[in-house]
Nanobody
Framework: VQLQASGGGLVQPGGSLRLSCVASENIFISVMAWYRQTPGKQRELVAGITAGNITNYPDSVKGRFTISRGSAKNMVYLQMNNLKPEDTAAYYC?????????????WGRGTQVTVSS
């Protein structure tokens, strides 16, 4: 499964961006999520959504970011509003696929988000 993320770019503080991610195969994905990473730091969870549309967010983005899945369940979006300079990072899409009694995580390439005036 390959994941293709898009939608990053340069935006001013207070602005909005919408990231998209599509999986190459229309298979059952139990969880899709967005992570972000800046140089020298660990990758951190930004938003996650289950197949049943249960979402979770860290406090740092709660109320500003919204994750949703497309009508084609192999797509996920991240609506980011009221962006702050500290949101600047490479954003990565992840898909968790059940495999027997275990699971496998697939990662897409990052899309850069830069928040700057």
């Amino acid at each position: 499964v390959q994941l293709q993320a898009s939608g990053g770019g340069l935006v001013q503080p207070g602005g909005s961006l919408r990231l998209s991610c599509v999986a190459s195969e229309n298979i059952f994905i139990s969880v899709m999520a967005w992570y972000r990473q800046t140089p020298g730091k660990q990758r951190e969870l930004v938003a996650g959504i289950t197949a049943g549309n249960i979402t979770n967010y860290p406090d740092s983005v709660k109320g500003r970011f919204t994750i949703s899945r497309g009508s084609a369940k192999n797509m996920v979006y991240l609506q980011m509003n009221n962006l702050k300079p500290e949101d600047t990072a490479a954003y990565y899409c992840k898909a968790r696929v059940p495999l027997d009694a275990d699971y496998y995580d697939f990662w897409g390439r990052g899309t850069q988000v830069t928040v700057s005036s």
